[in-house]
């Protein structure tokens, strides 16, 4: 409610991410994808990356008391429905950002554990991988691995669907209520099938394999699971809507740089949407 009398305030979405030059990825696309689902994106920024279609060329790690005063003046002026959590380069950001999740307590928080990039680049620092284990995931309403980091946080080989059913016993063990692991790495013909989890679902969404190479998708999918979240649906609801909503903005990419990478188009995709 509003501390003035008003009416109430709207629900908003506060992403804590890396920023993407590069504008396809990290905080760029979370907010594309707020702003695509009519719900008022706020920002906390972990990390600044120099990057564009052909890679990364840097990565700067702001100030961790600057980073905490962002987290608070979002919590401390909106009300905030879900809080999406991107690239956390540390164990110093991961330690912070912990600590203020478990200041604020926010009712939903998803977690996209950003640790590889598209290119394949490791992205998060081998001291940061318990931190990330021990302290946020334990928090997360919504856990959404892709295959190489459900890897990497597991430390066991996915190679095939048997594989992808069996890590879902050691993500669970982290603590978070639902799992979400992504497809998309995983050869399954000429389909993905992205698995869900949580105390009483199990459900597969599959859709075909489009012949692209995208950048921003794993950003996008948990941002509007936070978006639908903020919109009041329930957790399997927000996901496969989701879902949907990256395949159509993939459906609608376009190439902004030289390199090959297609980036999604948000307004494709709310354009399309019922």
């Known amino acids: ?36 689902h009519g719900v008022h994106g706020l920002s906390a920024i972990a990390a600044l ?57 926010p009712a939903q928080l998803v977690v996209d554990p950003v640790m590889v990039a598209t290119s394949g680049a490791k992205l998060l620092e081998d001291e940061a991988l318990d931190a990330l284990r021990t302290r946020l995931l334990p928090l997360a309403t919504v856990l959404t691995p892709n295959i190489p980091e459900a890897e990497l946080l597991c430390g066991i080989r996915i190679v095939d669907a048997a594989g992808a059913e069996a890590a879902f016993d050691a993500l669970r063990q982290f603590g978070a209520r639902a799992v979400l692991l992504k497809g998309g790495h995983l050869d399954e013909g000429t389909r993905v099938v992205d698995r869900y989890r949580d105390t009483t679902d199990r459900v597969e969404f599959a859709h075909d394999r489009l012949d692209l190479k995208a950048h921003g998708t794993g950003c996008t999918l948990a941002s509007a699971i936070a978006a639908n979240l903020c919109l009041g649906l329930a957790m399997r609801s927000a996901v496969e809507r989701a879902i949907g909503y990256v395949e159509a903005a993939l459906r609608h990419g376009y190439r902004p740089g030289h390199g090959g990478l297609i980036v999604l188009d948000h307004l494709g995709a709310a354009a399309g949407a019922d």
């Open 1 to 36: 409610m509003s501390d003035h009398g008003g009416p109430a305030l709207p629900v908003c979405a506060l992403t804590i991410a890396g920023s993407d030059s590069g504008g396809g990825a990290g905080i760029q696309a979370d907010l594309k994808t707020f702003a695509a």
């Open 49 to 105: 990356t120099a990057q564009n279609t052909r890679g990364v060329t840097a990565v700067h790690v702001p100030d961790i008391g600057f980073l905490r005063a962002q987290i608070d003046a979002c919590f401390d002026d909106f009300r905030i429905g879900a809080v999406k959590l991107g690239m956390l380069a540390n164990a110093k950001v991961i330690h912070a950002v912990a600590d203020a999740i478990e200041t604020h307590r």
